[in-house]
T-cell receptor, first 115, second 114 residues
């Protein structure tokens, strides 16, 4: 069975700093998808970034980028020039190809951006 | 802003009551999901649907039931609520045809059973 581990329950950084959130996963599959979702306080969960395992190039979305290390089964999220609005719970999720779209979730990292 | 709506946002009820948590989406998505989320814990899938009249149980055992009579509507019902059902319930939907299609989430219903 697949598992997703986020080893940092909580992190805090100063505004404008760069922060990296870690995520590791365990799977024997070769074809899968990885996601980072963000859940701001009292607001909807939204997708931050996604990565297909067959793509070697790391995904990037504006200030958000990932470091995908397939052999190490690591999928970290880097937030550059952090902003107050980045304060949220961040969840890493794994989906096996052909799994009927079911995601396996990590326990989340609470990120606090301090002014 | 939200294209997927959950009501109520907060609910406090007594043990043994029957409750229905509502979820509706306006995006025409075939796929809909119910997740249970406890503080500091991962999300657990309790039900999902691929379309009208299609429902399946997720990986977390749940005493709840769901129905999908219309594409846009996916209510979750607890026939007899218990304190162990206290949690946050998140509804989500996604497009068909794309394995990496993102989930669109509602704001959640925070349920407390006393």
């Amino acid at each position: 069975a697949q598992t997703v581990t986020q080893s940092q329950p909580e992190m805090s950084v100063q505004e404008a700093e760069t922060v990296t959130l870690s995520c590791t996963y365990d799977t024997s599959e070769s074809n899968y998808y990885l996601f980072w979702y963000k859940q701001p306080p009292s607001r909807q969960m939204i997708l931050v970034i996604r990565q297909e395992a067959y793509k070697q190039q790391n995904a990037t979305e504006n200030r958000f980028s990932v470091n995908f290390q397939k052999a190490a089964k690591s999928f970290s999220l880097k937030i550059s020039d952090s902003q107050l609005g980045d304060t949220a719970m961040y969840f890493c999720a794994f989906m096996k190809h052909g799994s009927n779209y079911q995601l396996i979730w990590g326990a989340g990292t609470k990120l606090i951006i301090k002014p | 802003e939200a294209d997927i709506y959950q009501t109520p946002r907060y609910l406090v009820i007594g043990t043994g009551k029957k409750i229905t948590l509502e979820c509706s989406q306006t995006m025409g998505h075939d796929k809909m999901y119910w997740y249970q989320q406890d503080p500091g814990m991962e999300l657990h899938l309790i039900h999902y649907s691929y379309g009208v009249n299609s429902t399946e149980k997720g990986d977390l055992s749940s005493e709840s039931t769901v129905s999908r009579i219309r594409t846009e509507h996916f209510p979750l019902t607890l026939e007899s609520a218990r304190p162990s059902h206290t949690s946050q319930y998140l509804c989500a939907s996604s497009e068909s045809g794309y394995y990496n299609s993102p989930l669109h989430f509602g704001n959640g219903t925070r349920l407390t059973v006393t």
